[in-house]
């Protein structure tokens, strides 16, 4: 009896600690995102970035920005592995700060919108604890953490791309980006800033681009709409080279598309090519239309009939997305605005108690009067 009792007691035992295990590994998992993310570049780049910024502010700055930035960085990369987007690891840049790149496009702006508030969201609650741990310590370092955490976040939501803030407003209307660029130019002219003025003319580039695809998306449909045409033609009359050559030529001038002018143009190298080839068998007495010389020169003309079907594949896909990806739903352009405000809101309030706190401290009063 005594021995059934142990068994069972050394049972209850594992089971307990096993049921305990499960929830700790299931409540940290989310700890597996750092150790990811800590690649050797990462590492690298974020001791070069603590480095520099310890030799000009002090080693506890350094530590609390390259901390702050972190845990912003790493809210991205948690938005882009729940939606299952591929990341590079986290790169530090001194005076710039910290990025992680995509290697794919989100499929929309709401995606996209979904990855750039995470960083902020992640960046505020970043510097919570410090604001419990300045009302029992008095630290003047918790209200410094409290306002660099207010201050690089709000920044990062400026409304204008590649900002955070510019993306999460091109889910509700991208003509926000004006105002973003209004504001950040402002901005750095009144600060001098190297880095407010090249993320102005990353965003107005940026813009323009956009613009410029939507206004010419009416043309670019009425181009597809002719290639669909000409290439149905061309797999119709592959076997006519001077068909096809007309066909190409015809086609050839009428569409901007560099990448499809480029095939096209090569598919009319390769007409020519054949049409003197066959021009010199006439000239020499060898000239022969066997079933093989005209079998080898479809199969070119095919081959690259192939080509330009998947360029065109890239074309439309390319338009589409133009066409559809910074369109969303009145729910979504809710809530994202509702979150940008909501962020945009308690980031200041952040900010403006760090600085009241700070300011009131006896040790900063104290310098300020000397």
Sequence with gaps: MEKKV??????????????????????????????????????VSMFIYLGTYA??????????????????????????????????????????????????????????????YMGPL??????????????????????LLIILGGMVN?????????????RIAAGISTKLWGLGIILLLTYSVMNLSFIGFLIVILGSTEWYKLYKKQKNLHAHKLEIQELDDAIEKLKQESHHLDS????????????????????????NVEIEKMKRELYLQQLTGTYSSSEEVGADNQQVIEGLIVRLEEKLAEYKKEVKTTETYYKTDKKTKAKLFLI????????????????EILMNHP???KAMNR
Excluded at 154 to 165: A, E, Q, R, S
Excluded at 247 to 263: A, D, G, P, Q, Y
């Design 6 to 43: 142990t068994k069972g007691g050394k049972k209850t035992t594992w089971g307990v600690i096993g049921t305990i295990g499960a929830l700790l590994l299931g409540k940290f998992k989310y700890l597996l995102v750092i150790f990811k993310i800590l690649k050797l570049q990462t590492l």
């Design 340 to 355: 940008y405000i909501g962020l945009v809101l308690a980031l200041s309030l952040s900010y403006y108690y760090g600085n």
């Design 122 to 143: 992640f960046g505020l609650l970043s510097f919570l604890p410090a604001i419990p741990l300045y009302i029992f310590t008095h630290e003047p370092f918790w209200a």
């Design 154 to 166: 709000l920044f990062n939501l400026i409304p204008i791309t590649p900002l955070d803030g510019g």
């Design 363 to 365: 040790e900063i009063q």
């Design 244 to 267: 096809v050559q007309e066909t190409v030529k015809k086609v050839r001038w009428s569409i901007k598309n560099l990448e499809i002018t480029e095939v096209l143009s090569t598919l």
């Design 55 to 116: 030799l000009i502010f002090g080693w506890k700055f350094a530590v609390a920005l390259v901390y702050l930035l972190f845990v912003h960085e790493i809210g991205h990369l948690y938005a882009a592995k729940r939606i299952k987007l591929p990341v590079s690891p986290a790169l530090f840049i001194p005076f710039v700060g910290a990025v992680i790149g995509l290697k794919e496009m989100p499929k929309n702006a709401k995606d996209e919108g979904f990855i750039a």
